[in-house]
């Protein structure tokens, strides 16, 4: 099985799954997986479905990006997550003028982050040189 995201995917969620103080076994029963299936990811034995994977960044409040070794930026530094809910910084609620934030379903505040995250990781990278 070999490949660069396989070896950060398992050494991320082993170093976050014990920063969080949680087992393989109390892990698994949280994603509804045997804790095998855990074991598997920390030992490059096999990879977590996408579906998982976002799951275990939502868990461990990090990004996609950061789970998978594609950043070293835990989650995007302009949104921050209080407790279950996320919350936007005040340069962004601007954006949401007459709206409330808090009235927005957690699945919905979950992917405007996850954009906000990807854009900000696009944002990041250089810029390819131009050639003429």
């Not at 099985?1 to 799954?17: E, I, P, T, W, Y």
């Not at 379903?105 to 250089?126: D, H, K, N, Y």
Request: hydrophobic letters at 35%; charged letters at 30%.
């Amino acid at each position: 099985m070999g490949g660069g995201v396989f070896v950060d995917f398992a050494s991320r969620l082993r170093q976050l799954r014990r920063e969080k103080g949680l087992t393989q076994s109390s892990l698994a029963r949280y994603l509804g997986v045997s804790k095998q299936a855990i074991s598997n990811y920390e030992t490059r034995a096999n990879t977590a479905p996408q579906d998982v994977m976002e799951h275990l960044a939502d868990i461990f409040d990090v990004s996609l990006d950061y789970l998978m070794g594609r950043s070293d930026f835990q989650r995007a530094s302009c949104v921050r997550e209080h407790g279950d809910a996320y919350s936007l910084p005040p340069e962004l609620q601007a954006a949401f003028r007459g709206r409330r934030w808090d009235q927005l379903r957690p699945e919905t505040r979950r992917i405007i982050v996850r954009v906000i995250s990807q854009i900000e990781a696009e944002l990041e990278q250089p810029e390819p040189e131009k050639g003429e």
